[in-house]
C-alpha cells in the first residue's frame, strides 16, 4: 500500500531577521501564529542565506544552487529559464504547484544591471523566453497582461511585484475587481494623516488593510488551498510569499501605530563604532551627505529613524503574522492540515539597528545573513530547536527529502531532514556580490563569507584585509581578529575551508540537470 505524499506550503516574508519573531526571542513583537508553528515543529537557530540579497537568495531557495551556479549573482540579473527548480521537479512527481505573491525571479524594474565586467543582462540567458514577466512598470501600464506557465515549476502563479504600498502585478488587477482605485489611494503622495514621521521611505497609506498586498497574499493562499481541496487526489506544493518586511514602510490602519518607536529596543551593538569597520565608514559618509535615502543600499541612521523603522517593520510582521493565522485556520478547515508541511522562512534579514546601520549590503553582519527557518510536519510534531548549520540551498533539498522525490544533479544542498543518510554541516558558504562599490573605495563589492560554529570569515575582491569574527566570545561582532596575531592559525585554517567550500559548491563534471 503506497503512502500519501505530503502537501507542502511554504510561508515567506522579505528582509525580515531571524530575531524578529516572538519564537527567537523578540519581546516587543508579536507573533503568536508563527511561533505556533514554532512551538509544534522545529525551530532552526543557525540558518543562513546563500546570499544577503533577494533574488540571488531566492533563486538559490528555488534551485538548490549557490548564484555562482544558477546565475543570478545580484539583483538586476534574471534567474535563467534553463535553471531547474524544486517546483519542477515535484511538478513532474505529481504535485499541484502554486504561488501568490513576491517570485522575483527576474527583474522587477527596467534598470537590468550594467556593471563594469559584466558582458550585458540577456548574455547570461541560457533558454530564450520571456524576460520581463514581473517588470512592475509593465503591469501598471497594462494590468491584463501574464506570465507564461507554468512559471519556474509553478502551474497557477497570483503575481504581487514590489514592497509596502508600491505593489503591481495581478495585485492591481486584484484590487480593481474590489472597486477600489489603487492609484488614488497609494504614494507618498496620497498619504492619509499623521505621515509626518521623521523616517525617510515611510508614510501612512491609505490603502485599507483589506486591499494590502499582504492581504492579498492570504486571499490568494486561501482560494488555492480551497481548489485543492476540492480534488485532493494529488499532493499540492503552495508558496504565500508575502512582499513584507521591506521599505518603503507603509503599514495599513492600525498596523500603522501599533508599536511605538519609544518602546523599541535596539540592539546591543548600536552604539558601537569600532575606527576603520565598514560601519564607521558609512557613519563617516552619512553625516558628509553622501548617500541616497531612496536607495535599497546600506546606511547609517539615526536612532529616531531607526526606532521608527523598527516600529513600522513590527506592525508590517504582525500583519503578515495575522494573515498566516488566517491560512493555517483554512488549512484546518479544509482538513488539510493533517497532511500538510508548512515551512517558514525570510529572503534575508536586516541590519535594522546593528552597528547604527539600516538595510542590507555586503557586510555580513549576522542580522543580514541568518534567516528565520521553521518546519512544522504534522506527521512528525516535534517542538525543538535544532543548532545545525543550514543553508539556504538546503531548502530545495529537505523538501524533496520531504516528498519523497529524488534530488536532481547539480544540487549544492543537503536535506537537514534527519533522514537516513543525513549530513551535517559543519560551514556555510555564502556568496555576496552588490552593484556598486564598496564606500571609501574603487573596489567593486564582492565578497565570500564562511560561517563555521564559532567563526566568520569573510574576504573581499580586492580589499587586502577582510573580517575574521569570534561569534561565541563576541556575538555583537565589534571585534575583527584579522590581524591579531593570536588568531593567525585560525585565519589560515578557515581561508583553506573557504577556498574548499567553494570549490565543493562549483560543476562536479557530470552536467546539471536545466528545466525541461
Known amino acids: 500500500m503506497s503512502v500519501r505524499r505530503p502537501n507542502i506550503l511554504l510561508i515567506s516574508t522579505d528582509q525580515q531577521r531571524a530575531d524578529h519573531l516572538g519564537c ?25 542565506v546563500a546570499s544577503p540579497v533577494c533574488m540571488p537568495n531566492r533563486s538559490s531557495i528555488a534551485t538548490g544552487r549557490v548564484p555562482s551556479l544558477h546565475g543570478v549573482r545580484h539583483n538586476g540579473l534574471n534567474l535563467s529559464l534553463s535553471n531547474r527548480t524544486f517546483a519542477d521537479v515535484l511538478r513532474d512527481a505529481g504535485y499541484r504547484t502554486s504561488l501568490s505573491g513576491k517570485a522575483h525571479f527576474q527583474c522587477v524594474t527596467q534598470n537590468a544591471a550594467r556593471l563594469k565586467g559584466d558582458r550585458g543582462n540577456q548574455a547570461q540567458h541560457a533558454r530564450p523566453g520571456r524576460y520581463d514577466q514581473e517588470l512592475g512598470p509593465l503591469w501598471r501600464q497594462n494590468p491584463e497582461r501574464d506570465i507564461d506557465l507554468p512559471y519556474y515549476g509553478l502551474e497557477h502563479v497570483d503575481l504581487a511585484v514590489g514592497h509596502g504600498d508600491q505593489v503591481d502585478g495581478h495585485y492591481n488587477r486584484w484590487v480593481a475587481s474590489q472597486g477600489a482605485d489603487l492609484e488614488a489611494l497609494r504614494g507618498a503622495e496620497n498619504a492619509g494623516e499623521g505621515s509626518n514621521c521623521p523616517l525617510f521611505q515611510a508614510w501612512r497609506t491609505r490603502v485599507p488593510e483589506e486591499l494590502y498586498p499582504t492581504r492579498y497574499v492570504q486571499k490568494m493562499t486561501e482560494e488555492a488551498l480551497a481548489r485543492y481541496a476540492q480534488d485532493a487526489s494529488q499532493p499540492f506544493f503552495h508558496w504565500a510569499s508575502f512582499c513584507d518586511p521591506h521599505h518603503p514602510f507603509t503599514p495599513p490602519g492600525r498596523y500603522w501605530d501599533m508599536y511605538s518607536p519609544d518602546d523599541v529596543t535596539l540592539p546591543a551593538s548600536f552604539s558601537s563604532n569600532t575606527p576603520g569597520s565598514w560601519a564607521s565608514k558609512l557613519r563617516d559618509l552619512r553625516a558628509a551627505g553622501h548617500v541616497d535615502l531612496s536607495g535599497t543600499a546600506a546606511l547609517a541612521a539615526t536612532e529616531t529613524e531607526l526606532r521608527w523603522a523598527t516600529a513600522l517593520t513590527f506592525g508590517l510582521i504582525t500583519m503578515v503574522d495575522d494573515a498566516v493565522g488566517a491560512i493555517l485556520d483554512t488549512l484546518k478547515r479544509n482538513g488539510q492540515d493533517r497532511d500538510t508541511i508548512v515551512i517558514f522562512l525570510a529572503d534575508h534579514g536586516d541590519l535594522m539597528g546593528d552597528h547604527g546601520l539600516i538595510f542590507k549590503g555586503p557586510f555580513h553582519y549576522q542580522s543580514i545573513i541568518r534567516m528565520p527557518l521553521i518546519w ?19 531548502v530545495s533539498a529537505s523538501i524533496l527529502d520531504a516528498a519523497g522525490v529524488s534530488a536532481f544533479q547539480g544540487l549544492n544542498g543537503r536535506s537537514f531532514l534527519r533522514a537516513p543518510g543525513f549530513s551535517e554541516r559543519d560551514a556555510v558558504l555564502i556568496e555576496d556580490e552588490i552593484q556598486a562599490d564598496l564606500p571609501f573605495t574603487n573596489v567593486r563589492g564582492r565578497a565570500r563569507t564562511l560561517v563555521t560554529r564559532k567563526w566568520r570569515l569573510t574576504v573581499y575582491d580586492g580589499v587586502e584585509n577582510g573580517e575574521l569574527i569570534d561569534l561565541v566570545d563576541d556575538p555583537m561582532e565589534t571585534t575583527n581578529r584579522w590581524d591579531d596575531p593570536t588568531a593567525s592559525s585560525v585565519r589560515s585554517e578557515l581561508t583553506e575551508r573557504l577556498l574548499r567550500e567553494m570549490l565543493a559548491h562549483s560543476e562536479t563534471g557530470r552536467l546539471p540537470e536545466f528545466a525541461a
Not at 512544522?376 to 538546503?394: F, I, K, Q, T
Open 376 to 394: 512544522h510536519d504534522p506527521r512528525r510534531p516535534e517542538g525543538n530547536v535544532r543548532e545545525d548549520l543550514v543553508s539556504a540551498v538546503d
Open 24 to 48: 527567537y526571542g523578540a519581546r516587543y513583537l508579536r507573533t503568536p501564529n508563527i511561533d505556533s508553528l514554532a512551538a509544534a515543529g522545529t525551530r532552526y537557530n543557525r540558518a543562513y
